[in-house]
């Protein structure tokens, strides 16, 4: 898997990201908050978004309050594995992740396409001075009929390129410009 710098926000920020994924604002409207980048090859998505910093009694419960407004009620959550992790080009800022397998209920439009589930990466940088939260997220949707489902207690290839992405970023992941947090 080739990796490409990428500027967001103007170069404000950089991240190798996949060079097949491509900036989503080039084809829709995307809110100012948000970079979104999509897989030109498949339905797989990364965003990164800036938030309000969240006093929240713990950074955990922070992570916790990002993530209930990202999930939809609607669909069944298993969360897989929550922690720390280092950003290395921000090695001083806390950073959390979250991994988990979101399943939309039944499908009951037959000319909607929706996935078996959706494996996602979490992130949430902790920037207290500048009285943000950045949530990065890595979107991997399985459809029907498209991956090949892996044996019992192993991961898909899907899974393990998501692996492969996550890393990077927590490698890459750089703030060049501090004045983007301010007004």
């Known amino acids: 898997m080739s990796f490409t710098n990428t500027p967001l926000y103007g170069g404000a920020i950089t991240v190798d990201l ?3 994924f491509a900036d989503t604002s080039q084809i829709r409207e995307v809110p100012d908050h948000q970079e979104v980048y999509l897989d030109s090859n498949g339905y797989s998505s990364i965003v990164v978004e800036i938030l309000e910093y969240q006093e929240k ?3 955990e419960e922070a992570l916790q309050y ?3 407004d990202l999930i939809d009620e609607e669909d069944s959550t298993n969360i897989l594995e929550q922690g720390r992790a280092v950003m290395a080009k921000l090695s001083d800022k806390p950073v959390y992740t979250l991994r988990f397998i979101q ?3 039944t499908n009951t439009n037959p000319n909607r396409k929706v996935p ?3 494996y ?3 992130m949430l940088l902790r ?3 500048q009285e943000t939260d950045l949530m990065i997220s890595v979107n991997i949707p399985h459809y029907p009929g498209e991956y090949e489902k892996p044996k019992e207690g192993q991961t898909t290839q899907l899974m393990e390129d998501s692996e492969k992405v996550k890393d990077r970023i927590l490698e890459t992941f750089d703030i060049k410009d501090w004045s983007l947090f301010e007004a």
Do not use: M, Q, R
């Open 18 to 20: 996949p060079s097949k």
């Open 57 to 59: 009694g713990s950074d």
């Open 103 to 105: 399943t939309p209920p």
């Open 66 to 68: 990002h993530f209930a």
């Open 120 to 122: 996602i990466h979490l």
């Open 116 to 118: 078996e589930y959706v």
């Open 127 to 129: 920037l207290k001075e």
